[in-house]
């Protein structure tokens, strides 16, 4: 069953998709500008690639349990 929700999610997300988990929150991918990014040890510039990352809004009801320690 596990399985099966991965695989389903992974075809949704290819077609640029979101998925909704109803009472839980939302999954999609959003896509990061390639930027320059300095090492700062040794001050180097550096040029990062555009990137797709997954990206997770929990549902209102989540946040405010969060908020409160777990405690409805």
Not at 19 to 41: A, C, D, H, Q, Y
Request: hydrophobic share 40%; glycine share 8%; charged share 30%.
């Amino acid at each position: 069953m596990v399985d099966t929700l991965i695989e389903t999610m992974g075809d949704r997300f290819q077609e640029d998709d979101s998925v909704v988990v109803p009472n839980f929150g939302t999954f999609e991918v959003k896509k990061k500008l390639e930027r320059i990014m300095v090492n700062p040890s040794t001050g180097q510039r550096m040029l990062v690639p555009p990137k797709l990352v997954l990206n997770f809004k929990p549902n209102v009801g989540w946040k405010e349990r969060v908020k409160n320690g777990g405690i409805e």
